[in-house]
């Protein structure tokens, strides 16, 4: 084992049932590895990477600084000294003026383990606010100005004879002003998004939490990719939602996988249907099922973070039952099916998104969206009041079929807002995914 997994093991015990004040379902041991890890990005040496991760042990557990002398040795008991405060029977402001006075003194190696703590706390502040659109400081033993003032000066005494160009203390900087003294990207602001800035907020809104994914992730690795599937009928937002979050999340760094619908798919028209073409309507129902497992185990077994599937094990689950309410099949038939698709569900799905409207405006939508006044086959009123009968009858299949699903009417909704508010309801549940595996990983789970 390195120096570096020894420390990162050791705050981990340390900290063990600490929780961030801020989030209190976050394991508070996330900031420490998080800051060794911002100083691992920046190239510094393997000391100063462990003193990241041991700077608050002294401060914020029982160990002493004695006893990271013992199993660290002197340097790294030095640059951990530096990173803690003195007597915390001290009044704040006589801890902070200490911290401010004392950091000026410091040598530039115990300097950057007080900025990466500083970056870390203010950047996971900043992404707070962003989420919830609230500047709360609650959590905090001093109220805004304070804490501006603190920083702001812990930042001053950090350049005190030094390169304030280094790229970490710049980094510190920038969140320091996006926290503090409103900086924001005014392009976007006044140029790109003048004419709609609620617009503009609600996106906001949902980058920060994208970027907290982002953190998440370095932190971890989940077990499996994180499986989204998308149903619903035509003209209600969803081939539209899927491509968007496909851009959200490629362009947020993740690894990104999208698996068209397979009964439009050009292997489902010339190969699928011509292998089963005198098969019965249910064989070749549990024959689609199949093939769609099969493609979505193939897709689980690649490097990938989220998959988007459109109409995968789930949507069988209506035609499955359409086909028993007509009489297409016998009930014992539609049983079999019905528990083989929600025990496949329930091992490969992880977040189902089924869109529907009523019938009109779907049908609005088709005549609105297209050239074409020739009256429409399968997307006709009947057949749209069929699917969300069955979609009403099937509500309980579903909620034991997948850990999280979103059944969500758009009839009164602009395509912008259905991928909005399919974003807001899948982002909470991917991060609580990642808090879960790094509580996993490291043996944090209560």
Same mark, same amino acid.
């Given at each position: 084992?390195?120096?570096?997994?020894?420390?990162?093991?050791?705050?981990?015990?340390?900290?063990?049932?600490?929780?961030?004040?801020?989030?209190?379902?976050?394991?508070?041991?996330?900031?420490?590895?998080?800051?060794?890890?911002?100083?691992?990005?920046?190239?510094?040496?393997?000391?100063?990477?462990?003193?990241?991760?041991?700077?608050?042990?002294?401060? /914020?557990?029982?160990?002493?600084?004695?006893?990271?002398?013992?199993?660290?040795?002197?340097?790294?008991?030095?640059?951990?000294?530096?990173?803690?405060?003195? /007597?915390?029977?001290?009044?704040?402001?006589?801890?902070?003026?200490?911290?401010?006075?004392?950091?000026?003194?410091?040598?530039?190696?115990?300097?950057?383990?007080? @900025?990466?703590?500083?970056?870390?706390?203010?950047?996971?502040?900043?992404? #707070?606010?962003?989420?919830?659109?609230?500047?709360?400081?609650?959590?905090?033993?001093?109220?805004?100005?304070?804490?501006?003032?603190?920083?702001?000066? %812990?930042?001053?005494?950090?350049?005190?004879?030094?390169?304030?160009?280094?790229?970490?203390?710049?980094?510190?900087?920038?969140?320091?002003?996006?926290?503090?003294?409103?900086?924001?990207?005014?392009?976007? +602001?006044?140029? &790109?998004?003048?004419?709609?800035?609620?617009?503009?907020?609600?996106? $906001?809104?949902?980058?920060?939490? #994208?970027?907290?994914?982002?953190?998440?992730?370095?932190? @971890?690795?989940?077990?499996?990719?994180?499986?989204?599937?998308? !149903?619903?009928?035509?003209?209600? *937002?969803?081939?539209?939602?899927?491509?968007?979050?496909?851009?959200?999340? #490629?362009? *947020?760094?993740?690894?990104?996988?999208? &698996?068209?619908?397979?009964?439009?798919?050009?292997?489902?028209?010339? %190969?699928? $249907?011509?292998?089963?073409?005198?098969?019965?309507?249910? #064989?070749?129902?549990?024959? &689609?099922?199949?093939?769609?497992?099969?493609?979505?185990?193939?897709?689980?077994?690649?490097?990938?973070?989220?998959?988007?599937?459109? +109409?995968?094990?789930?949507? +069988?689950?209506?035609?499955?039952?359409? $086909?028993?309410?007509?009489?297409? %099949?016998?009930?014992?038939?539609?049983?079999?099916?019905?528990?083989?698709?929600?025990?496949?569900?329930?091992?490969?799905?992880?977040?189902?998104?089924?869109?529907?409207?009523?019938?009109?405006?779907?049908?609005?939508?088709?005549?609105?969206?297209?050239?074409?006044?020739?009256?429409? !086959?399968?997307?006709?009123? *009947?057949?749209?009041?069929?699917?969300?009968?069955?979609?009403?009858?099937?509500?309980?299949?579903?909620?034991?079929?997948?850990?999280?699903?979103?059944?969500?009417?758009?009839?009164?909704? *602009?395509?912008?807002?259905?991928?909005?508010?399919?974003?807001?309801?899948?982002?909470?549940?991917?991060?609580?995914?990642?808090?879960? !595996?790094?509580?996993?990983?490291?043996?944090?789970?209560?």
């Amino acid at each position: 084992m390195n120096i570096k997994e020894k420390a990162k093991l050791f705050a981990i015990e340390a900290h063990r049932g600490q929780v961030r004040k801020s989030e209190p379902d976050k394991p508070m041991v996330m900031h420490p590895i998080g800051v060794g890890d911002l100083l691992e990005s920046y190239g510094y040496d393997d000391n100063v990477v462990v003193a990241g991760y041991l700077h608050d042990v002294v401060e /914020d557990t029982n160990f002493t600084i004695e006893d990271i002398n013992k199993y660290f040795g002197s340097e790294i008991a030095f640059l951990v000294m530096g990173a803690s405060e003195p /007597d915390k029977s001290l009044s704040w402001e006589e801890r902070k003026k200490h911290t401010i006075e004392e950091t000026k003194r410091l040598p530039l190696r115990n300097k950057l383990v007080i @900025c990466a703590d500083k970056i870390n706390n203010l950047e996971d502040l900043y992404l #707070k606010f962003e989420k919830t659109g609230i500047r709360d400081f609650s959590s905090f033993k001093r109220g805004e100005e304070s804490q501006r003032w603190y920083y702001t000066e %812990v930042y001053r005494s950090l350049i005190y004879n030094e390169d304030e160009n280094l790229p970490i203390f710049c980094r510190l900087k920038d969140i320091l002003d996006k926290v503090f003294y409103n900086k924001e990207d005014l392009f976007l +602001r006044d140029t &790109i998004f003048n004419d709609n800035r609620d617009y503009y907020k609600r996106l $906001r809104m949902l980058h920060a939490q #994208k970027i907290e994914l982002q953190r998440l992730k370095s932190l @971890c690795v989940l077990s499996k990719p994180f499986v989204i599937e998308f !149903s619903g009928t035509p003209r209600t *937002g969803k081939t539209t939602t899927i491509n968007n979050l496909y851009d959200f999340f #490629k362009k *947020g760094g993740f690894n990104v996988e999208l &698996i068209e619908e397979f009964t439009t798919s050009k292997y489902f028209k010339e %190969v699928f $249907r011509e292998k089963y073409k005198d098969v019965s309507s249910f #064989k070749l129902n549990v024959a &689609i099922i199949e093939d769609v497992t099969r493609e979505l185990e193939n897709v689980l077994g690649l490097d990938k973070e989220i998959i988007l599937i459109d +109409r995968s094990i789930n949507d +069988r689950q209506i035609w499955n039952y359409r $086909r028993y309410v007509r009489g297409d %099949v016998g009930k014992e038939q539609y049983i079999m099916t019905r528990d083989k698709y929600l025990q496949v569900s329930k091992k490969l799905i992880d977040f189902l998104v089924i869109t529907y409207a009523n019938p009109l405006t779907s049908l609005k939508r088709d005549y609105l969206s297209s050239l074409s006044l020739e009256k429409r !086959s399968f997307l006709s009123q *009947g057949n749209i009041e069929e699917y969300n009968k069955c979609l009403n009858d099937l509500n309980n299949l579903f909620t034991s079929s997948v850990e999280n699903m979103l059944l969500l009417d758009t009839s009164s909704m *602009g395509v912008n807002d259905v991928t909005i508010e399919v974003a807001s309801q899948i982002l909470p549940k991917m991060r609580k995914r990642y808090i879960k !595996s790094f509580k996993d990983k490291y043996g944090l789970t209560k």
